[in-house]
């Protein structure tokens, strides 16, 4: 069965960092293209990143790019999500997500609360 | 960046009866590939969001046969033929063609 467990959320201050996880069970990990994707409270979803299989090729959205940046540990089938220079919109739920032509699993999600 | 725009936003439905769900992109969603890569999700009140579609007309495994996708280019639709009252949520369209990845507003389904 295809897991995917995310964790690292929390309450941060404007300007504070956090580093989500995402572990992955039930299929080969290295094999899939993994994306997170953020949903904001009671508002719609949007893609933030994507990471290739090997890991060498990293795609962000604008609203992210520079202060975000995707990795993964294939030899630990973890996806992670590092974030930095985190604004109060970035409070929402991320989501780790299986694939990004045709995303089929998703987590859970872990909540990321950005407060003074 | 591609704009995916849903109609109608509220649906309403009376239990067994069909519903629709119409997405339409700002660009054709045709892949270099020849694919087309429409998706759809259903988020239930309180889950995580679940893939029902895929490339346009695929339904994913373990999606009721209820469910159904359909279109080309730049103009899909999502049919219920009868809604259950486990079909109450929000459903977005989602394309995988074009960076960004975007999806639609969403549009929530009820029972009237």
């Known amino acids: 069965e295809v897991q995917l467990l995310e964790s690292g959320g929390g309450l941060v201050q404007p300007g504070g960092s956090l580093r989500l996880s995402c572990a992955a069970s039930?299929?080969?990990?290295?094999?899939?293209?993994m994306t997170w994707v953020r949903q904001a409270p009671g508002k719609g979803l949007e893609w933030v990143s994507t990471?290739?299989?090997?890991?060498?090729?990293?795609y962000h959205a604008d609203s992210v790019k520079g202060r975000f940046t995707i990795s993964r540990d294939n030899s630990r089938q973890t996806l992670f999500l590092q974030m930095n220079s985190l604004r109060v919109e970035d409070t929402a739920m991320y989501y780790c997500?299986?694939?990004?032509?045709?995303?089929?699993?998703w987590g859970q999600g872990t909540l990321v609360t950005v407060s003074p | 960046d591609v704009v995916m725009t849903q109609s109608p936003l509220s649906l309403p439905v009376t239990l067994g009866q069909p519903a629709s769900i119409s997405c339409r992109s700002s660009?054709?969603?045709?892949?270099?590939?020849?694919?087309?890569?429409l998706n759809w999700f259903q988020q239930r009140p309180g889950q995580s969001p679940r893939r029902l579609v895929y490339?346009?007309?695929k339904r994913a495994s373990g999606v009721p046969d209820r469910f159904s996708g359909s279109g080309s280019g730049t103009d899909f639709t999502l049919e219920i033929s009868r809604v259950e009252a486990e079909d109450v949520g929000i459903y977005y369209c989602?394309?995988?063609?074009?960076?960004?990845?975007?999806f639609g507003q969403g549009t929530k389904v009820e029972i009237k």
């Open positions: 997500v299986r694939g990004i032509f045709a995303p089929d699993y």
């Open positions: 039930g299929f080969t990990f290295s094999n899939y293209t």
């Open positions: 990471v290739v299989r090997s890991g060498d090729s990293t």
């Open positions: 660009q054709s969603l045709v892949h270099s590939d020849g694919d087309t890569y």
């Open positions: 490339k346009v007309s």
């Open positions: 989602m394309q995988g063609t074009h960076w960004p990845r975007t």
